[in-house]
């Protein structure tokens, strides 16, 4: 057997495993996603999600936790095609040193984050960074994974951020463990605009 012929028989064997697995999957329903890890890109795959739901016409909605004092790409792009954003605005906790101004501000756009979760017209909610806002303990754990479980059968939800705690992971359809191997940031490149933010 030559090469050609040795990958059209893997290229086949695999095609008969995949067209299994999809006449398999009959289950319709919103999924959960959860991006956690160490890397870089946690935030712009959910961006990406958010994206191909609106090119597809459907509702989405985005809530940012920590990040948000500076203008971003992706907030410019999608506000202007009708993704309402609620936004913690308080930047990074390194930043503002202050974590019971920033318990209150997480709980503000938590308020906002609920009424998306509870809205049947709205496909897909991107919570960026909220796993912050749990292992910090900045929001009730419990309250939050409720409103999850509890949101409409058909809408998706992408969480985002380092470290999500077990529940996260236990409740989550799909997870994604973005790992660094390499950051251009330690080798004293700085935060470009149209990349990094």
Known sequence: ???????????????????????????????????????KGKSTAGFGNVTRCVGHGYKAAVVQFIKGKWASGERALLEKNGVPFA?????????????????????K?????????ADPDIH????????????YEYLPKDEVLSALANRPKEQSVVITGR?????????????SDIQDTKHAFRAGIKARQGIDW
Not at 9 to 32: F, L, P, Q, S
Not at 87 to 107: H, L, R, S, Y
Not at 128 to 133: F, H, Q, V
Not at 164 to 173: G, Q
Request: net charge positive.
């Open 1 to 39: 057997m030559n090469d050609v012929e040795r990958h059209l028989k893997r290229a086949k064997n695999k095609k008969i495993k995949v067209d299994k697995g999809v006449a398999k999957a009959k289950i319709e329903k919103g999924i959960m996603l959860v991006i956690t890890g160490n890397g």
């Open 87 to 107: 936004v913690m605005g308080t930047g990074f906790t390194w930043e503002t040193q202050n974590p019971e101004a920033d318990k209150i501000a997480a709980n």
């Open 109 to 117: 756009v938590w308020q906002e984050a609920k009424k998306f979760l």
């Open 124 to 135: 897909l909610v991107l919570l960026d960074e909220l796993t912050y806002m749990l292992s």
């Open 163 to 175: 470290r999500a705690i077990d529940e996260l992971i236990t409740m989550a359809d799909t997870v």
